[in-house]
């Protein structure tokens, strides 16, 4: 990128996103006037657990891991954010330190919003906190989902359903029948608290099926809807 990169330079991608794309021209401006650009190298740290830092973050290209360290110093993953995806505005409601570390997987650009200009846009426009809101809200929809999964899915259901939810979080104007998500198959692991040895083998015979192809540190989706459904077909839990 020239010297005249700025936020506002990827507006109509993040406009691919439902979140961003439902909030009106006026805040959409507000938050990309005062937004900077970031590049972070592979596996460059964003921000820590414990980090008191505020602020809010779009991913515009890469990935971003999301997790927290073990006590056997693994990372435990709990999710990847990727292109369009918005995060970090927990904080901005609970005004705590950074629940999770977040890192870059692969190089990756991001557009972040300070902590100090999202409270100047709420304390001029209070009723810009229901947009916030409703980005927070719709991650907690995600996690209940999850828990769902736990009680009902096969892992392997659950292992597919993760990897739908990792293709629809695109939402991208790209298209989404044919998607290559950035992951290891140790990290997808760490995420469904499942061996590697499993997940390898869940990974091969969904892929016998035609569903997805495994990559060198990728999966590439063939067949999203397919693997939708057999995400969806419960079974007497495994």
Excluded: C
């Excluded at 709990?78 to 705590?96: A, H, K, Q, V």
């Excluded at 890192?103 to 200009?117: N, R, T, Y």
């Excluded at 100047?120 to 209940?144: A, C, D, H, V």
């Excluded at 998500?181 to 499993?198: C, F, K």
């Amino acid at each position: 990128m020239n010297g005249k990169e700025t936020a506002h330079t990827y507006q109509k991608l993040l406009r691919s996103g439902s979140w961003f794309k439902s909030l009106s021209d006026s805040l959409q401006k507000e938050l990309l006037d005062p937004a900077v650009v970031l590049h972070l190298k592979s596996g460059q740290l964003l921000f820590s657990q414990g980090d008191s830092a505020q602020g809010l973050y779009a991913v515009i290209s890469g990935a971003i891991s999301i997790g927290r360290q073990r006590e056997d110093g693994k990372e435990a993953l709990l999710t990847l954010m990727e292109s369009p995806n918005w995060f970090g505005e927990i904080t901005l409601f609970d005004r705590m330190d950074r629940t999770h570390n977040a890192f870059a997987v692969v190089d990756s650009v991001l557009v972040q919003i300070s902590g100090e200009k999202l409270d100047q846009i709420l304390e001029s426009e209070p009723r810009y906190w229901q947009n916030f809101g409703q980005l927070l809200t719709s991650k907690i929809r995600i996690l209940m989902n999850q828990a769902e999964d736990l009680a009902l899915r096969t892992t392997a259901q659950r292992l597919a359903k993760r990897l739908v939810l990792f293709a629809e979080s695109y939402d991208s104007l790209q298209d989404r029948s044919r998607r290559v998500i950035s992951i290891q198959q140790e990290q997808l692991a760490l995420m469904l608290n499942i061996t590697r040895q499993t997940t390898n083998q869940i990974l091969k015979d969904i892929e016998r099926l035609g569903l997805i192809k495994l990559i060198y540190g990728a999966i590439e989706i063939i067949d999203l809807e397919g693997l939708r459904t057999f995400s969806d077909q419960f079974a007497e839990k495994k």
